[in-house]
């Protein structure tokens, strides 16, 4: 292994989050819970990974490889599936440049933007920054007026809205729910009895979004409420 800081720290990242992607192949450690499960995986490669050893100790919120972070987080069957649609997708792209004599230039702009941000997702975390992620969807609308010229029969047009209609339903749920959860962990924290906090986290422990997030929390107060005490006992007997 060589020894440039950042290549180490990198290395370090990509092994710790292939050993998270281990732990959870299939259905992963949630959405947003890279960050709380990462040190636990970061163990693991020191113990596991090839010259783990030599690795650093780090801790990142962030693979720095979108792809890695996306089969960690949702697991490898919604990467697989997130291959396919793009790989539909660009074919679908090809067709619409192959269809013209001339290419419209804001249709090589998005699918330039799109490139870019794909190798950058490489090495980096386009997708983790607004300010930069606001081009990404732009240019896939750009490109959709583009490639969805073609005509359909009623009927596919009809399926393809109810299922756009559930699968937005589907996600505002998902949405409200987490909000909820949201509001419970921020209870949690802001409480001043213990009671009260156990409770604000039973009640994020519900939603999909805060459940791994309420889980760890309550790990973590058990841990130490155990500690404190046995410390007291100790110092009773003595």
């Given at each position: 292994?060589?020894?440039?800081?950042?290549?180490?720290?990198?290395?370090?990242?990509?092994?710790?989050?292939?050993?998270?992607?281990?732990?959870?192949?299939?259905?992963?450690?949630?959405?947003?819970?890279?960050?709380?499960h990462y040190l636990d995986a970061q163990k693991t490669m020191k113990?596991?990974?090839?010259?783990?050893?030599?690795?650093?100790?780090?801790?990142?919120?962030?693979?720095?490889?979108?792809?890695?972070?996306?089969?960690?987080?949702?697991?490898?069957?919604?990467?697989?599936?997130?291959?396919?649609?793009?790989?539909?997708?660009?074919?679908?792209?090809?067709?619409?440049?192959?269809?013209?004599?001339?290419?419209?230039?804001?249709l090589v702009w998005g699918v330039s933007v799109v490139f870019v941000?794909?190798?950058?997702?490489?090495?980096?975390?386009?997708?983790?920054?607004?300010?930069?992620?606001?081009?990404?969807?732009?240019?896939?609308?750009?490109?959709?007026?583009?490639?969805?010229?073609?005509?359909?029969?009623?009927?596919?047009?009809?399926?393809?809205?109810?299922?756009?209609?559930?699968?937005?339903?589907?996600?505002?749920?998902?949405?409200?729910?987490?909000?909820?959860?949201?509001?419970?962990?921020?209870?949690?924290?802001?409480?001043?009895?213990?009671?009260?906090?156990?409770?604000?986290?039973?009640?994020?422990?519900?939603?999909?979004?805060?459940?791994?997030?309420?889980?760890?929390?309550?790990?973590?107060?058990?841990?130490?409420?155990?500690?404190?005490?046995?410390?007291?006992?100790?110092?009773?007997?003595?």
């Amino acid at each position: 292994l060589g020894r440039d800081d950042s290549s180490m720290l990198r290395l370090s990242h990509y092994a710790t989050t292939l050993c998270m992607i281990k732990e959870a192949p299939l259905l992963g450690v949630g959405i947003g819970n890279y960050k709380y499960h990462y040190l636990d995986a970061q163990k693991t490669m020191k113990e596991s990974f090839p010259y783990g050893k030599n690795l650093p100790w780090t801790y990142t919120y962030w693979a720095h490889n979108e792809y890695l972070q996306f089969a960690a987080e949702f697991g490898i069957p919604a990467l697989l599936a997130l291959v396919v649609l793009a790989f539909v997708w660009f074919r679908n792209i090809r067709n619409a440049l192959k269809s013209g004599n001339m290419t419209p230039p804001e249709l090589v702009w998005g699918v330039s933007v799109v490139f870019v941000f794909l190798v950058a997702s490489l090495f980096e975390r386009p997708f983790h920054q607004i300010e930069v992620c606001l081009w990404f969807p732009l240019a896939c609308a750009i490109i959709n007026t583009h490639i969805g010229k073609k005509e359909h029969s009623p009927m596919k047009c009809v399926f393809g809205l109810a299922a756009m209609v559930v699968i937005l339903i589907a996600g505002l749920g998902v949405y409200v729910d987490g909000a909820f959860g949201q509001h419970a962990l921020r209870r949690a924290y802001d409480a001043t009895d213990m009671a009260d906090t156990y409770a604000y986290l039973e009640k994020a422990k519900a939603p999909l979004l805060t459940r791994d997030e309420s889980l760890i929390l309550k790990n973590a107060l058990d841990i130490a409420f155990f500690s404190k005490t046995n410390n007291r006992r100790g110092l009773d007997a003595s």
